[in-house]
């Protein structure tokens, strides 16, 4: 017995529902219950991998609470390109839309947050990323007492990354930015990125009371986006003043399983919709079930299998899918330690610094703090390396300079 919850065409109303209501009737198995049938294998081809299950399995053994019913909803394929997930980079270009993005600053105001500044209230990004920056940054100030964290830069338009770009080229007299991500491909146009600065125009790299940022961001759904050991895979120099927003509980298995946003992407499409889910316990004891539904590209949306009953989130891949994070309801044992900083991490890397040549200040543009009459030098600095080019910076404007540049062998 298989409903067709899929299907576009074709099915009167009546027996959808009659369909609906006898598949109410088998549901009933151990353990998640997936109701997702494949029916319309022109709509979506997937597997009926949980069909089976609940065809085996008694109907009037209806007693496990831990049951799923999953049911389709329809997403546009054009949100493939929005959501926290989102991966821009240098393969990649930002296409979604620009909603709720928003002042930081504003929205520290409301909070009445006074732990860190904000370049100006020009300064945008998404609404959570807004608030989820408060909370850590309120946090951090209550652990260090410390408000010297500026923030530098957020989101860009498409028109500000291309005058940043063609600068450089007019600086360079290049025919390519070595330095400056494309339009359209820096990760600062999503509005989930920021770069941090320290009041004084000082160099943030995370280093001293500042190793807690790094230490602690996940819980805010925060990683750090482009770190030493993968520059190889995010084509990008490491930037240890840009933070990411991804959200929970991906941030915390980043983390823990020393992933950049492109491997992550990658090992996300190992558990489709209709394959194993990735269970995620986060840092807090809860448990998050993870998948990723393919783009339905013969159509202009996507029938999305989302749990009922249970909270969700859909966030487009920026490439070719959605990725459904489910928060379970259930809790685990909470992790007996913390991940920590990179500097403790043991994986062998063959890292060999190669030089370090000047850093050379190419503009020193100040820019005034909203809040504070403090402004922040904004320094950007050119690398060069005797062996390997200089990895594109993700954007001019940030604070730490670039010093030295590092050929690093691919982690995983
Ligand atoms: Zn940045």
């Known amino acids: 017995m298989m409903s067709k919850p899929n299907q576009r065409e074709g099915s009167d109303g009546k027996k959808r529902v009659l369909d609906i209501a006898l598949s109410l009737i ?76 928003t002042s930081l600053y504003e929205v520290k105001l409301e909070a009445d947050s006074h732990s860190f500044s904000v370049r100006d209230a020009e300064l945008l990004v998404r609404q959570t990323v807004a608030e989820k920056l408060v909370k850590m940054f309120d946090d951090f100030f209550d652990v260090t007492y410390d408000d010297n964290i500026l923030v530098l830069s957020g989101y860009r338009s498409k028109a500000q990354q291309k005058k940043l770009y063609d600068e450089d080229l007019a600086a360079t007299g290049n025919s390519f930015s070595e330095r400056v991500a494309k339009p359209g491909h820096s990760e600062h146009q999503t509005g989930y990125c920021v770069d941090l600065s320290l009041i004084g125009g000082e160099d943030y790299d995370g280093s001293g009371i500042y190793q807690w940022i790094d230490e602690h961001c996940f819980r805010y759904g925060f990683v750090l986006r482009y770190p030493k050991e993968k520059t190889v895979i995010t084509e990008i120099q490491y930037e240890p003043w840009h933070y990411r927003y991804v959200g929970v509980p991906h941030a915390y298995y980043m983390k823990t399983n020393r992933f950049c946003l492109e491997e992550y992407m990658a090992k996300l499409k190992e558990y489709p919709y ?53 928060d379970t309801g259930e809790m685990g044992e909470l992790p007996t330690e913390m991940p920590t900083t990179e500097a403790t991490t043991t994986e062998t890397t063959t890292t060999t610094e190669t030089t370090t040549t000047t850093t050379e200040t190419t503009t020193d543009e100040t820019t005034t703090a909203a809040e504070t009459t403090t402004a922040a030098k904004e320094t950007k600095a050119t690398a060069t390396a005797t062996e390997k080019t200089a990895d594109p910076v993700e954007e001019t404007g940030t604070t730490a300079p670039q010093t030295e540049t590092t050929t690093v062998a691919p982690a995983e």
Do not use: W
């Not at 009933?28 to 399995?57: E, K, L």
């Not at 590209?297 to 990725?323: H, Q």
């Open 26 to 101: 088998l549901l009933g198995t151990v353990g998640f219950t997936c109701y997702y049938v494949a029916a319309d294998s022109s709509r979506i081809n997937q597997s009926t991998t949980y069909v089976q299950n609940t065809d085996t399995t008694d109907p009037t053994d209806e007693t496990d609470e831990n049951q799923v019913i999953f049911q389709n909803e329809e997403h546009q394929n054009s949100d493939v390109y929005n959501g926290p997930l989102m991966l821009v980079n240098n393969k990649f270009m930002f296409q979604g839309s620009e909603e709720d993005i």
């Open 274 to 326: 209709d394959g194993e889910h990735l269970r995620i316990t986060n840092f807090d004891g809860k448990i998050y079930e993870v998948y990723y539904v393919v783009m339905d590209a013969a159509y202009d949306t996507t029938m999305v299998p989302v749990p009922a009953g249970l909270s969700y989130e859909v966030s487009g891949n920026n490439s070719d899918g959605f990725i459904v994070t489910v």
